[in-house]
């Protein structure tokens, strides 16, 4: 099954590092991709831009607005997509990502809407293409 690890925290504790600090940030994952690759366990990890490059769209998609508006202390920083057997095995994989980057993770089981996306670590889309597509 696949899980999302979606890493959370405040920005204003990154926005002020070198790029000497942040390398080294980064550079803290690397063993747990390493690990996660070996098992071919790992999905995409990615990291966003901040949250003032963010553009939201409304419901309604009427009102388009720059910027994050949620009231939060804490923005989505990043993410990573695992295969695990179950949501124990994927919050032990969570635990393991660098501590200094997280303020809270939250991990949701994934399920593929795309059925024109490959095969990803065994899971297969859940849509079903159409006569249309």
Known sequence: MLYCILIYNAEAQFEGLTKEEDDALVAQHFPLHA???AQ???GPVVRLSPSAAATTLRNDGSLVLD???AETKEQLLGLYLVDCASMQEAIETARQIPSRCVGALEIRPVSWF???LPEVAGQHTTAQPTAEA
Do not use: F, T
């Open 114 to 116: 795309d059925a024109g």
């Open 35 to 37: 690990k996660l690759k």
């Open 67 to 69: 910027g994050p508006y």
């Open 40 to 42: 071919s366990k790992l």
